[in-house]
């Protein structure tokens, strides 16, 4: 006789076909650690992301999610192609799990199979599935799971791939065989903490979003506040920092899945030319992937600063154009950038646009282009340089100056 292969396991199974790499169940019940939860919220970490706090009362109990919820089913999806992001200034960093086509299309697709799958094994099935936009904690359900656990930069980690993953929830009316919670295989360990460059990770296992460049680059409207534009360098869209140094994610395979392999151009993008899209072209360029999300204006709101971080005169040209465009915000950062690299024709084009610029944000940015005000750092060069003259410390001005 066939021996007998429980629910749960056949949908594993199924779940592995269609291309998941690890599966987790446990018991949809109340949110673990949703104190931690609570506390981020209230210390205003999330930002502008107001759907974290809308939808928290959701996120703390899966059942006012789908009523009947018994079983929480994880899944996780390997994203890396494998290829390195670029050193050069005057390129781009875009964040891995973006280089290729969206991720919320091919789970999704996936996880209506699998849907389809478990109802066709058990006719009663109801459930709901989510990739990302969902109010499901998928992190903290993954910990719960053998999928992994949550490493201190707080993405879930399997001891199997890293980190290169996307995560697939599907809340079940069945009751499926839990698994045991994942451990944690941090240890001592803390290269992401110092990895950050922006200092997000504010104690191990908190992201402040607020600073996190993931939020600053994707998620946020408006203006990058200006003490964290510097610390951005080429990042234009996400981070990969804290993932790249951890030591787990040397066990990363290549992933099967040709989709999340970078789109041409992607890869190694050439700063310069992204400051001229026009919003159809953005549109058409990055139709169906992560991208689209920044929002044209947002998007090349970020080559702007990563062009003026690149501080080459090189960025000039491509810059003096970003300072005309239909946007004020991109304008407004243009002149940020001209004002980092501060070369005599960068300076001359921000006193060419200022008397026809009417937008008071970007004259400010231009006001304060052309007059930085003095930082501390500053006051203590411009201290050294009358004390010591031509002294070392004068010289060490002089090669940084301060932004
Ligand atoms: C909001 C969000 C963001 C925000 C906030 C990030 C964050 N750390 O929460 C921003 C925009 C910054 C972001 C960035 C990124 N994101 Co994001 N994001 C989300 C989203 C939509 C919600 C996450 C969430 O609920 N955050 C709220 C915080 C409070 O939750 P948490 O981190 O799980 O918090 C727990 C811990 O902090 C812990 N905790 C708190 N205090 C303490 C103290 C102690 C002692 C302990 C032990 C624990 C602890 O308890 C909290 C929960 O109660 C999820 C999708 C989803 N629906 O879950 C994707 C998701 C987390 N993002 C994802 C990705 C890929 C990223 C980026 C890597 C993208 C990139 N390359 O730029 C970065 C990574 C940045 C980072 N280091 O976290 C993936 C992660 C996949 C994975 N392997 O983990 C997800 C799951 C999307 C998906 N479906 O694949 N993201
Ligand atoms: S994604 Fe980048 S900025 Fe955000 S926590 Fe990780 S290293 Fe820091
Ligand atoms: S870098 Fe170290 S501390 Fe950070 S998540 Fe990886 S193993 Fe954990």
Redesign the pocket.
């Known amino acids: 006789m066939a021996p007998s292969v429980s629910l749960t396991a056949r949908i594993r199974d199924e779940a592995y076909r269609l291309g998941f790499f690890k599966v987790g169940v446990t018991r949809a019940g109340p949110?673990p650690?949703?104190e931690?939860?609570d506390?981020?919220l209230r210390e205003e970490?999330?930002g502008e992301?107001a759907y974290?706090e809308h939808q928290a009362a959701k996120?703390r109990d899966p059942s006012l999610v789908l009523a009947d919820a018994r079983s929480l089913m994880v899944l996780?999806m390997n994203y890396n192609s494998g290829d390195a992001h670029s050193e050069d200034p005057l390129r781009g960093r875009i964040?891995?799990?973006?280089w290729g086509d969206d991720?919320h299309l091919l789970m999704k697709e996936r996880l209506q199979r699998l849907y389809a799958f478990i109802q066709r094994e058990e006719p009663g099935a109801r459930g709901l599935y989510?990739?990302?936009?969902?109010?499901?904690?998928?992190?903290?359900w993954?910990a719960q799971t053998t999928v992994g656990w949550?490493g201190k930069?707080?993405?879930?980690?399997t001891r199997e791939q890293g980190?290169?993953?996307?995560?697939?929830v599907m809340l079940l009316n069945l009751e499926l065989e839990s698994d045991r919670p994942g451990k944690d295989y941090c240890g001592t360990c803390s290269r992401c903490i110092a990895a950050c460059p922006t200092g997000?990770?504010v104690?191990?296992?908190?992201?402040d979003?607020r600073l996190?460049?993931?939020?600053l680059t994707?998620?946020l409207r408006g203006s990058i506040p200006r003490e964290l534009r510097p610390l951005i360098g080429n990042r234009i869209y996400?981070?990969?920092d804290?993932?790249d140094v951890c030591p787990w994610n040397r066990f990363a395979v290549t992933t099967g899945e040709k989709q999340f392999h970078p789109r041409k151009g992607n890869l190694v993008p050439e700063l310069a030319a992204l400051v001229d899209l026009t919003p159809e072209e953005f549109a058409r360029r990055f139709k169906d992937t992560p991208i689209r999300r920044a929002k044209r204006d947002g998007f090349v709101r970020n080559v702007v600063v990563a062009l003026g971080n690149s501080r080459r005169s090189e960025a000039v040209p491509a810059l003096g154009r970003a300072l005309r465009d239909a946007s004020a915000l991109v304008r407004a950062h243009a002149a940020w950038a001209l004002g980092q690299i501060g070369t005599p024709e960068a300076l001359r084009l921000i006193e060419d646009s200022r008397p026809s610029e009417t937008d008071p944000q970007v004259r400010e940015e231009m006001q304060l282009a052309l007059v930085p005000p003095m930082t501390n750092d500053q006051d203590i060069c411009a201290l050294s340089v009358s004390a010591v003259r031509f002294g070392v410390q004068a010289l060490a001005c002089a090669v940084q100056p301060e932004g």
């Not at 964040?95 to 973006?98: D, E, I, L, N």
């Not at 930069?153 to 980690?157: D, E, G, P, R």
């Not at 980190?163 to 697939?168: D, Q, R, V």
């Open positions: 949110l650690q949703a931690n939860f506390r981020w970490m999330h992301m974290m996120r996780a964040s891995r799990y973006a991720y989510y990739v990302d936009t969902g109010p499901v904690m998928e992190k903290v993954g949550m930069h707080t993405n879930l980690i980190s290169w993953f996307f995560i697939g997000a990770i104690a191990p296992y908190v992201v979003a996190c460049i993931s939020y994707i998620e996400g981070c990969d804290c993932q």
